[in-house]
């Protein structure tokens, strides 16, 4: 299947899907995609899951500027997102080239075996801060072109260096709305993008614009050490569905 029949049982129950990702999105910053990815991936194919996921993912990062534009710090950002350029059109590459099944293995494990790491408390702040950046940077544009995930090295990376919650949240919506523009526009160049996709997913934005509201009025309410612990539970979960998925335990 390449997309979603709109009005069909498998649309309502993307409905709610995206609903609850969304408002996920709105608390932690993050885990949009972490979370619809592997849901979508039981019945649409995985193209069709990566331009959902970044269609969605641009709307979604639109609103939660809107309400955190104040906290950005981009000067903190910018080598973050300057890197993301150059994985990207690598990225769509691979999407077209490798086996879906070990990208959500490969990705699945690592993401997972570092956010374990920080729940642990290892962390080591990176001194060379604007070349950590770069590094994050470079593999998140790779993962977003090719698989729609590019947030861990991203959630990991700004938990690590211990910025605050308001910064990071700001920060992720920045990120994943260039990585997600991005994304589109290579996807587009390599003859990825199809009318039916982009409607049905056009389709499934009413929960998402409830969803990351409420998410965000949530945010709002919750404390640092809360928001952390959080980010992990979500990175750590989303870690080991992509390792389920890719296995096809999920299938």
């Known amino acids: ?23 996920v999105r709105g608390v932690t910053g993050f885990g949009f995609s972490l979370i619809l990815a592997p849901i979508l991936l039981l019945f649409v194919d995985p193209t069709s899951v990566v331009v959902t996921n970044l269609l969605l993912a641009l709307i ?60 642990l408390g290892i962390n080591r702040p990176f001194k060379q801060e604007k070349l950590a950046g770069g590094v994050v940077g470079l593999v ?11 947030g861990p090295p991203a959630v990991l990376y700004m ?18 709305l260039f990585t997600c523009f991005w994304s589109l ?25 409830v969803g990351i509201f409420l ?9 640092n050490r809360f928001f952390r612990w959080l980010s992990i539970a979500v990175v750590v979960g989303s870690g080991i569905l992509g390792i389920l998925s890719g296995l096809g335990v999920l299938s």
Do not use: C
């Open 1 to 23: 299947m390449h997309s979603l029949d709109i009005f069909s049982v498998l649309w309502v129950f993307a409905l709610a899907a995206v609903f609850f990702a969304a408002f």
């Open 60 to 119: 979604a990062n639109i609103v939660v500027i809107v309400f955190s534009l104040k906290k950005l710090n981009l000067k903190k950002l910018m080598p973050v997102l300057i890197s993301s350029i150059i994985g990207i059109p690598f990225g769509a590459w691979i999407l077209t080239a490798a086996s879906p099944s070990v990208m959500k293995i490969l990705i699945g494990g690592v993401t997972t075996f570092f956010a374990i790491v920080l729940a």
């Open 140 to 150: 998140g544009g790779l993962l977003s072109s090719s698989t729609s995930l590019s």
């Open 159 to 176: 938990h690590n260096q211990n910025w605050p919650k308001e910064l990071i949240h700001s920060s992720l919506a920045t990120y994943f």
């Open 185 to 209: 526009v290579a996807l587009y160049v390599a003859g990825r993008l199809d009318t039916q996709i982009l409607v049905s997913a056009v389709s499934l934005t009413p929960a998402l614009l």
């Open 215 to 223: 998410g965000v009025v949530v945010f709002r309410r919750i404390n």
